[in-house]
């Protein structure tokens, strides 16, 4: 399982990198034009915080395959480290990925409704599929099972294609998707943030703390001066 973060937002991408175990940032454009400067600039930017061996996730938006390819060799060229471009699986995105498969280019075959458009982005050569959990449930259908079955016809196919499941809305959703057989998991900073919040917790932290220092006194504050 691996983690990462759907952002552009390089302040929360630099926090969450620091504390939580990250592989990477992915991005679509609506995530980028949020950040309302150069595009590049900001890819940049997450790259310097996150290294070259973390991957990055940069989506498409030509219409035809020579576009898409086009846009592929020009933002893996623009971009160090490990550079993977993302692609809606339509039919012009289906030939893309078979294009760059050919040519070794890394691609996530994006905006994953069935189990059935997974299947044919792995046959494809996708390295990634992203089924879009919560939108499907929004239609819906259930974005958890739609997880379930891809896992299943990956198994049962034995094809290498990692499903990297998004969009979600609250931490259950993510929660079931790990156990539905999602390789990783692409999640944004506030429902992040959330994987760890329960209250129990500094409770509990407290309550040590405090027997500690009735016993060795107020100022011991740690191991090191106990
Ligand atoms: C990730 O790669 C997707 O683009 C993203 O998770 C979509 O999320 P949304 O449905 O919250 O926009």
């Known amino acids: 399982m691996r983690l990462y973060i ?10 969450l990198n620091e504390y939580f175990p990250i592989a990477g940032v992915t991005t679509n454009p609506s995530i980028l034009v949020k950040e309302n400067r150069p595009y590049l600039e900001v890819l940049r930017e997450i790259r310097e915080i996150i290294g070259e061996e973390k991957e990055l996730f ?8 020579e576009e898409i390819v ?5 933002i893996t060229s623009e971009l160090p480290g490990k550079v993977i471009v993302k692609i809606p699986v339509t039919d012009e995105g289906l030939k893309a ?4 498969t050919l040519e070794n280019i890394p691609t996530l075959a994006t905006t994953v409704y069935t189990a059935f458009q997974a299947l044919m982005a792995a046959m494809a050569g996708a390295n990634y599929v992203a089924p879009y959990v919560n939108r499907i449930d929004n239609l819906t259908g259930n974005g958890v099972n739609v997880v379930a079955e891809i896992a299943k016809l990956y198994a049962a196919y034995q094809l290498p ?9 609250n931490v ?7 156990l539905a057989g ?18 129990a917790t500094p409770a509990d932290v407290a309550d040590f703390k405090s027997q500690w220092q009735k016993t060795y006194g107020s100022d011991k504050t740690s191991l090191v001066n106990s």
Not at 162 to 169: D, L, N, V
């Open 58 to 65: 940069v989506q498409s938006i030509g219409d035809i395959s």
């Open 161 to 169: 294609t990692e499903i990297i499941a998004a969009s979600f809305k």
């Open 97 to 100: 990925i078979k294009l760059l």
């Open 70 to 74: 086009e846009e592929s060799k020009f």
């Open 182 to 199: 999602a390789h990783t998991v692409t999640v944004g900073p506030d429902l992040i943030e959330k994987f760890i919040a329960f209250p």
């Open 6 to 15: 759907d952002s552009a937002d390089v302040k929360q991408i630099a926090r």
């Open 172 to 178: 259950q959703q993510v929660h079931d998707v790990c």
